[in-house]
Structure formats: structure tokens, C-alpha cells
């Protein structure tokens, strides 16, 4: 079935998602904040800026008018920074067709309220819309699926219909979509496992060795999954793609953002001038804040989030906190 689908956000993951959509045939137009990117893409066929050697579809449409991007598609994907999806919903939600499937591809809880991206989305849009509500998540590097590697993700949705055909829209031969009802595991998956990118990052960073990382890995997967539950996800959501799978590759990708800062805070630089030199978004130094308060607020036990946050926020010595993380009272593995 072709699909006529907006896509908010041309980013890397955004534009390569939009080209994806555009490569299958469906009737694709992809909004960028950006001006002189949109100007950009239309002349050359390339995001120079977030997707560099890419040559896109040429089928594929751009603007920077919301309105002209959401109004009369079928579906509305937004990969917009977690931190300012409300916004930007609240911005294009007159425009939306009755009818639309909204998908979310952020990752992140927001820092204001602490709420995944479902739940902003759920205050946000009217009930019938938010029936229609769907998250894809999941191990993808955006330039690896750009070069058409073989990846598989996750569609995620209340509704399994919707989940299905997010499912039949974006499948391709080298891009796999599996169904999952399980929202808010799926949302959380995709955001801690960037908390523990940042922690994987610093031990990196230090010099420490394989069993480290290992360590580090296994236990953030004991993190999110503490969290998940308490806050209503499956447990075995996050022994999938959208946890361990995601949480794998982000800790140990050297595509990784959220790896490449806590590389560099290991090393010893600081977090501003770190993030000074990035053009793309690291979600993982926000999620670290509100992971951590969202945490206390539920009394859940994250020790490495803690850490990460008193290295990100509290200017604590990135050896100190691993010392500590090592030092803690002695316990069982499943407590």
C-alpha cells in the first residue's frame, strides 16, 4: 500500500528514514528547521549536514512549512529531539489529518515533566489520534541503514493494527520491522540504553578493557529493566531489539553520539566544550538528567545513572564515580 507520509525532523535518522520511505515508493515529504538545509537538499540531492555521502531519492519532496508537511498524509513521522517534541506537536497538530498514524522514532524522557515521548504525545493529541500512536525503536545507526545494511527494529503499539502497518510501510529487504504492544518498554529501552552509551563512553575514555564494558552493559540492561517495570513495561521487552539490541550497539558503536561524549569526558575534557563541537543532538546527556530524577522519584535503584549524572552535572572525577560504582555494599545479582 502507498502511504503519503510526512516526516518532521531531517536530522540523520529523520532524513534517512524519509528516504527509506521515499526508496519503497510511498509519496514522501521531509520537513527540516532549517531554511538554507531544505534550499540544500532540493539543489543537490544531499544532506551535507547530517547525512554526508548520501545521495537521496530523487522522489523525495522537502519544506520547512509544518503545515504543508503534516496536512493530508495518512502518516506523520517525527524524529524530532525528545526535548522539544512538545513544541513542535503542539505546532503541527491543527494541521494533522482525523485519520493519521503518528510515529514516534525520538528517544528520550522529557526534562520538564519527566514523561516519555508517548505520554507527551498522549496529553498532547485527541484520543482517536492517539489510538493511532506508534514508536519505532530499535540497534540502527542511521548512516548503516542509509548504505542499506541489514537492520531490524521494532514497531510499538497499543493498537496491534497500527503496528502492522508501520510495519508494511517501512520493511524493506534490508530494513526489518518486528510488532510490539509494549509502548512504554520500547520508549524506555531506546532512552536509558543512550544513559549507558554515556557511562560505556567514559570507561572507554579511561582505558579500562572489554570486561568493563561487559559489566557496564549488563547491569544498565538491570537499570532500565527495574525502571520499565515499575513503570508498567514487559521484562522481556528489554531482552530484545529494543533493549539489550539497542543498548549493545550504542555502547559499543563507534557511530555512537552518547559513547563519543563519555569517550571524551573519560579522557578528561568538559562536557560544554565536548558538546560545543557536536552538530547533532546526544539525547543522552538530557535523558541522563531526567532519568536520574524520574529515578528518585519512583525509588528505583540506578547506580550507574547516578554516576553518569554526577559526572554530567556534578563535575564529579569520571575515575571517581567508577570507583564508587565498584565500591558499593555487596549484594545478589537479582536484587
Known amino acids: 500500500m502507498r502511504e503519503k507520509i510526512g516526516v518532521i525532523g531531517a536530522g540523520s535518522w529523520g532524513t534517512t528514514l524519509a528516504n527509506l520511505l521515499a526508496k519503497k515508493g510511498h509519496e514522501v515529504i521531509l520537513w527540516a528547521y532549517e531554511p538554507e538545509l531544505v534550499e540544500e537538499m532540493e ?87 492517539y489510538g493511532n500512536f506508534a514508536v519505532i525503536s530499535g540497534p ?56 549507558i552509551a554515556i557511562a560505556a563512553g567514559i570507561s572507554d575514555g579511561l582505558g579500562f578493557g572489554c570486561n568493563t564494558r561487559a559489566a557496564l552493559i549488563t547491569r544498565g540492561l538491570a537499570e532500565m529493566s527495574r525502571l520499565g517495570r515499575a513503570m508498567g513495561a514487559e521484562s522481556a521487552t528489554f531482552a530484545g531489539l529494543a533493549g539489550m ?39 543522552g546527556v538530557k535523558t541522563t538528567e531526567s532519568a536520574y530524577a524520574l529515578a528518585r522519584r519512583l525509588g528505583i535503584d540506578m547506580p550507574i545513572t547516578a554516576k553518569v549524572y554526577e559526572v554530567l552535572h556534578e563535575d564529579k572525577p569520571a575515575r571517581s564515580a567508577v570507583i564508587e560504582l565498584m565500591s558499593r555494599d ?5 536484587s
Open 330 to 334: 555487596l549484594k545478589a545479582e537479582s
Open 245 to 283: 539490541g539497542d543498548l549493545v550497539l550504542t555502547c559499543t558503536g563507534d557511530l555512537s553520539r552518547n559513547r563519543t561524549v563519555g569517550m571524551q569526558l573519560g579522557k578528561g575534557r568538559r562536557l560544554a566544550d565536548i558538546l560545543g563541537e557536536m552538530r547533532m543532538v546526544a539525547e
Open 43 to 129: 539543489s543537490t540531492g544531499v544532506n551535507g549536514l547530517f547525512l554526508p555521502g548520501i545521495t537521496l531519492d530523487p522522489r523525495l519532496r522537502y519544506t520547512n512549512d509544518l503545515a504543508e508537511a503534516v496536512m493530508g498524509k495518512g502518516m506523520v513521522l517525527c524524529v524530532a529531539p525528545s526535548q522539544v517534541v512538545r513544541r513542535v506537536i503542539a505546532q503541527l497538530l491543527p494541521s494533522l489529518a482525523a485519520d493519521a498514524v503518528i510515529i514516534s522514532a525520538s528517544k528520550g524522557i522529557e526534562l520538564d515533566t519527566l514523561l516519555t515521548v508517548s505520554q507527551v504525545y498522549e496529553e498532547l493529541l485527541p484520543p482517536e489520534l
Open 140 to 195: 540502527s545507526f542511521a548512516r548503516e541503514v542509509a548504505m542499506e545494511m541489514p537492520t531490524a527494529v521494532v514497531a510499538a503499539a497499543a493498537d496491534e493494527q497500527v503496528a502492522r502497518r508501520v510495519q508494511q510501510a517501512f520493511s524493506t529487504p534490508y530494513f526489518r520491522l518486528y510488532t510490539n504492544r509494549d509502548v512504554v518498554g520500547v520508549e524506555l529501552g531506546g532512552a536509558i540504553k543512550n544513559v
